[in-house]
Nanobody, 121 residues
Framework: QVQLVESGGGLVQAGGSLRLSCAASGSFFRINVMGWYRQASGKQCELVATITTGGSTNYADSVKGRFTISRDNAENTVYLQMNNLKPEDTAVYYC???????????????WGQGTQVTVSS
């Protein structure tokens, strides 16, 4: 079982910055892709950014150039630096990780509990 604990959300004015962190703990052999998703009120959950173990990244078009995802493999932690925040970035942000329990085992997807990001205009 993998536990993902997010931190760093909060209230910020438009144009401001926030940095989200997500630390993985528990029983696992390897974590593959880690990422961030978000869900605004009344909308579906959407991809924000993902990062592989090797550092390859993928971003939603809406955040390209403003958000940066990074990870510390030794600490099993993923970060999301969010700059130039806009009111439409307001959402609950969820951390996501693919992990397996031993060498050669299937990967399963785990989710954090979410952290609220609110951007005021």
């Amino acid at each position: 079982q993998v536990q993902l604990v997010e931190s760093g959300g909060g209230l910020v004015q438009a144009g401001g910055s926030l940095r989200l962190s997500c630390a993985a703990s528990g029983s696992f052999f390897r974590i593959n892709v880690m990422g961030w998703y978000r869900q605004a009120s009344g909308k579906q959950c959407e991809l924000v950014a993902t990062i592989t173990t090797g550092g390859s990244t993928n971003y939603a078009d809406s955040v390209k150039g403003r958000f940066t995802i990074s990870r510390d493999n030794a600490e099993n932690t993923v970060y999301l630096q969010m700059n130039n925040l806009k009111p439409e970035d307001t959402a609950v942000y969820y951390c996501n990780a693919e992990a397996n329990r031993y060498y050669g085992a299937n990967y399963y997807t785990y989710w954090g509990q979410g952290t609220q990001v609110t951007v005021s205009s």
